[in-house]
């Protein structure tokens, strides 16, 4: 059985006052609202200067858990203000997510370099949370399907099945990032279903079936139901709405 996982990307965003406060609300109503029997695994993403504070936070067993926004790609050395794997591992951190588009888009990221990333999560034992997506053109010449597989090929493509299997992907349209404008359940489960059929073809149905695909696009606590009830979406990657504690619990009661 996959996982149903709600993840909260919080940003550039909320002080470290402003951030502790957000975690113990989440935290608080998730313990008290949603019981571990319900099977969904919350993941709290604050920026890096908040997350040894957040972890403590965290209470230990339960169903929250804590993440990183990105890491670097090289295991250490001379990259002055950036974080390693190994810095995450020791806090510890229990998932991180990598290749968001704002990093591609912003920072240049590519296929080859998110897949360094996702290596050095693995091997440190960290969750990645791989996140691909097409920019509306993309999507417009109707040749959306194939680029976001092709994504998922360059970055994963070489993990045995076993590593696959830990990893965890958010299909994220960009057009839809922070917009407003929600991908209808219709397109995220053509989308969602094809990478499924794409991992299929390359580690055979069982693995495939294994993985968790995240939806993530202005998802909002009137639109998580519809696109959870999906077969093949199994859960989300939440922006703006994981910086409001009851807008996000709502969301991960959405299934
Ligand atoms: C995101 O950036 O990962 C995201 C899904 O943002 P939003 O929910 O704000 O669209």
Redesign the pocket.
């Known amino acids: 059985m996959r996982k149903k996982i709600v993840a909260g990307?919080w940003?550039m965003n909320k002080n470290l006052e402003e951030g502790l406060s957000l975690a113990s609300e989440v935290i608080n109503i998730a313990v008290d609202e949603i019981t571990p029997s319900a099977g969904v695994t919350i993941v709290l993403n604050p920026s890096f200067v908040h997350l040894a504070s957040v972890r403590k936070l965290i209470p230990a067993g339960k169903h929250v858990f804590l993440g990183a926004q990105n890491c670097h790609h090289k295991a250490s050395g001379a990259f002055t203000g950036e974080i390693s794997v190994e810095m995450l591992k020791s806090l510890p951190v229990d998932y991180t997510i990598i290749g968001?588009s704002?990093r591609r888009e912003y920072f240049g990221e590519t296929n080859a370099l998110i897949a360094e990333k996702l290596n050095l999560l693995l091997a440190n034992g960290i969750t990645p949370i791989f996140c691909c997506g097409e920019a509306l053109p993309i999507r417009e010449a109707e040749t959306h399907l194939a680029y976001v597989a092709q994504q998922i090929t360059e970055s994963l493509f070489h993990l045995s099945a076993e590593d696959l299997q830990k990893v965890v992907i958010a299909y994220?349209p960009i057009w839809?990032?922070?917009t407003g404008k929600t991908a209808s359940s219709a397109q995220a489960q053509e989308m969602h279903a094809h990478l499924r059929q794409h991992l299929a073809g390359k580690y055979g149905q069982d693995v495939a079936n294994e993985i968790s695909i995240l939806y993530?696009?202005?998802?909002n606590p009137s639109n998580a139901r519809e696109l959870f009830a999906c077969a093949d979406v199994d859960g989300g990657?939440?922006?703006?709405?994981s910086l409001k504690a009851r807008d996000f619990i709502e969301i991960a009661k959405s299934f």
């Open positions: 990307n940003k968001h704002e994220e839809a990032i922070g993530g696009g202005s998802c990657l939440i922006g703006g709405a």
